[in-house]
């Protein structure tokens, strides 16, 4: 039990558009979700708690403009990286909490050139 | 914010040495989890250890959340065991996770 999955593992985008990336709790419900970055060889930043059918709280620093979160149901959040530059490019995790541990998905490497 | 350090920063062990890795964090926490980051990226549970000591296999950790710290034991390490350990805190304040500085453990044969 207590599986996340992300889609997709891995994106290659253009400078300027937009890039979808899915998180799903698969056999459990969960009302809040969140997402994180991680650059090369660092730790993973938090960057917004996704809370499902409400707006998301973001991390200071972090453009709310620039990454839309949507959090339409109780087993999906999706993070959106509008007009992506390669600052942009990371590896994103999302997690979601069971009980009181949370559980992470397998990630997202965003390229973008 | 709260703060989370973890040292050593980074680790080489011979196969079937034991080894500590520690977790420090600045401020009071209701929840505090171990992991081990795979070399694909992907986040292994090890340990919900918010206070007392656990113990799963050749892995155990302690949490002393008065003291501010937790340890992640490991012992008679495999190559397998190579990694970045991370531990990560969520405040009284709410659910989020933050993450410590990690450890790179390297095991060699």
């Known amino acids: 039990g207590a599986v996340v999955s992300q889609h997709p593992s891995r994106v290659i985008c253009k400078s300027g558009t937009s890039v979808k990336i899915e998180c799903r709790s698969l056999?459990?419900?969960?009302?809040?979700m969140f997402w994180y970055r991680q650059f090369p060889k660092q730790s993973l930043m938090l960057m917004a708690t996704?809370?499902?059918?409400?707006?998301?709280?973001?991390e200071q620093g972090v453009e709310k403009d620039k990454f839309l979160i949507n959090h339409a149901s109780l087993t999906l959040s999706t993070l959106t990286v509008t007009s992506a530059h390669p600052e942009d490019s990371s590896f994103y995790i999302c997690?979601?909490?069971?009980?009181?541990?949370?559980?992470f998905g397998p990630g997202t490497r965003l390229t973008v050139t | 914010g709260i703060q989370v350090e973890q040292s050593p920063p980074d680790l080489i062990l011979q196969e079937g040495a034991n080894s500590t890795l520690r977790c420090n964090f600045s401020d009071s926490v209701n929840n505090l989890q171990w992991f081990h980051q795979n070399p694909w990226g992907q986040l292994i549970n090890l340990f919900y250890?918010?206070?007392g000591t656990k113990q799963n296999g050749r892995l155990s950790a302690t949490t002393v959340a008065t003291e501010r710290y937790s340890l992640l034991y490991i012992s008679s390490s495999q190559t397998t065991d190579s990694g970045v350990y991370f531990c990560?805190?969520?405040?009284?304040?709410?659910?989020?996770?933050?993450f410590g500085t990690g450890t790179s453990l390297t095991v060699i044969p």
């Open positions: 250890i918010p206070s």
């Open positions: 990560a805190v969520s405040t009284n304040t709410g659910n989020q996770f933050y």
């Open positions: 056999d459990f419900q969960a009302t809040t």
């Open positions: 996704s809370n499902e059918g409400s707006k998301a709280t973001y």
């Open positions: 997690s979601a909490g069971l009980g009181a541990e949370q559980y």
